[in-house]
């Protein structure tokens, strides 16, 4: 679950991480869900959240994701924020809220490798990572 | 633009789930950077649950447009719930009417008809938020000095040209050129016409300016794709 920031960077590193599981790292073991559809109240997707361990990824200190799930009952099994993943790149120069560039491409393959390898571990799938 | 008004809020689904979460968000994004900076404001949506409670005036403090991805309306109905009433509510869905196949969620796949959609799309917010500044007398301010706005709509630069010898700065217009570029505008005075009739939706340009705005911008054009 990304926090769906649109403000800075670290939303989209967010956004692209998740898609870089659930559509290519991990399909058949992640999926996500719209965190906006939470914030409206929809009873499907609180459902979902609390049938599932979820992996939340902030962009910022505020934790959108994080405390979204947790209000909707859901279980937050990893809490990734995205401004921990920079202190690995000072100087890094990661694009703009609307386009990433290489350094913020870089820092998305880290964190969802983090997660692959996460998720590796919790339900011992083999999970095809090469990043 | 008057001092003392205040900037119309955007706020976008950016559903995760589907491609037209992605449209919303980059639309949004695009009217913030490009098609109307200075006069918009966005926030994240998860922060009306989130945040330490300031958040959710921001419908109050700033007649907002809401950008849906699909008819669940998730932006519009946690904007009414958790700050207060939209003054306007679009749907990525209606207005591609339907036809979102082929567009993509993550930017790495990212075609054409994804820049297409995010152009549609951008440039219905922005009629919106014309409408909303026209009610209103186009009384907005240049300064973000509420605690609702979260300083995302920080203006691209602009690029200065010579206009029948004056300086005239236009915001974004390289990425208006890229654009142009990508879509196959050749850099000769053939590209006249279509470099007046785009740059002329973001940037106001008098009639009897039009003779002297395409001499310059061919120029600039030129320029940028160093022929």
Redesign the interface.
Known sequence: ????????VH??IA??A???VT?ELAPQEAE???????????EEARAKVREAECIAIDGCP????A??VE?AGGKVVKSIRVVDAFKDHRGAEPGT????ADDGWTIVREIAGDIADSMCGRCESEVNYDG | MADGGVKVGII???????PE??IS??A???VL?LLRPGSTV??????????DGAERDFATKHPTITVD?CD????K??TE??SGPVSAALVVSEILNGDCSGCA????DRTEKDKEAVWLVSEEIAKAVDAILAESGGCVSEAGDDGAA???SKPIPGMEIQVDGKSVTIAGLALIFDHLAESGLAADESSGDRLLETVRIYHSIEPEEEDAYKAALISAYKTHRRV
């Not at chain 1, 996500?32 to 929809?42: E, I, M, N, Q, Y």
């Not at chain 2, 976008?12 to 589907?18: A, Q, R, T, Y």
């Not at chain 2, 969620?105 to 790495?108: G, W």
């Open positions: 679950m990304p926090c769906s920031g649109i403000g800075k939303g989209l956004r692209e998740t898609y870089l559509d996500t869900v719209c965190l906006a559809l939470l914030v409206s109240g929809d505020k934790l959108c994701a405390k979204n209000m809220p609307t386009k990433l | 976008s689904c950016s559903g995760e789930e589907i979460g992605t968000r980059m949004t994004r695009r950077e966005t926030i994240c949506l998860p922060l009306f649950l989130a945040g991805g669940k309306l998730c932006a109905k946690g719930k958790h969620r993550s930017a790495r979260c300083a995302c």
